[in-house]
Antibody
């Protein structure tokens, strides 16, 4: 059974950093592009980042480019999202997802507030 | 960036109805279009990939189609479990972009 389990969310002050993790199981993690998608409270879905199988290529929208860094450890079947210089508008539930869209984690809440 | 204009934003419907949700792409995205269903408090679920292909485990009353830059999700014979928010996603190029969502609700 495929599982994606996020962790690392919480309350953080504006300007601070937070690192999310996603533990994958049930599939060959190293064979798949992976992504992070977020959803602000009562809002729609927003794609946040994608990483290639080896980690050599990463992609971001302008809203997070330069502040967020996606990475992976294929040996640990884990995906990460380092979030720096956090803003109130980054408040959202963050989902780890296989890039083909077929599998998603349960989501982890990040609240940026003083 | 490619804009995905999704309509309608809200769709009241009755059980047994046939409903259609549409996304219009601002640029060519080929068939790199997916549809997701999201229920309250749940993660999104892939319904359609490649614009027209049914994802695993999705009931056959769901279908996807394309006409030029317009992509549609159709649900035949609506059931109560179909009440949810539906999103389209283009993944032809980065940044990948979602439509704003369509809330399907009982009339």
């Amino acid at each position: 059974e495929v599982q994606l389990v996020e962790s690392g969310g919480g309350l953080v002050q504006p300007g601070r950093s937070l690192k999310l993790s996603c533990a994958a199981s049930g599939f060959t993690f190293s064979n798949y592009y992976m992504a992070w998608v977020r959803q602000a409270p009562k809002k729609g879905l927003e794609w946040v980042a994608t990483i290639s199988t080896s980690g050599s290529r990463t992609y971001y929208p302008d809203s997070v480019k330069g502040r967020f860094t996606i990475s992976r450890d294929n040996a640990k079947s884990s995906l990460y999202l380092q979030m720096n210089s956090l803003k109130s508008e980054d408040t959202a539930t963050y989902y780890c997802a296989r890039h083909d869209g077929g599998y998603w984690g349960q989501g982890v809440m990040v609240t940026v507030s003083s | 960036d490619i804009q995905m204009t999704q309509s309608p934003s809200s769709l009241p419907a009755s059980l047994g109805d046939r409903v259609t949700i549409t996304c219009r792409a601002s640029q060519d995205i080929g068939n790199y279009l997916r549809w997701f269903q999201q229920k309250p408090g749940k993660s999104p679920r892939l319904m359609i990939y490649g614009a027209t292909n049914l994802a695993a485990g999705v009931p056959s009353r769901f279908s996807g189609s394309r006409s030029g830059s317009d992509y549609s999700l159709t649900i035949n014979s609506l059931e109560s479990e179909d009440m949810a928010i539906y999103y389209c996603l283009q993944h032809n190029e980065y940044p990948n972009t979602f439509g704003a969502g369509t809330k399907l609700e009982l009339k």
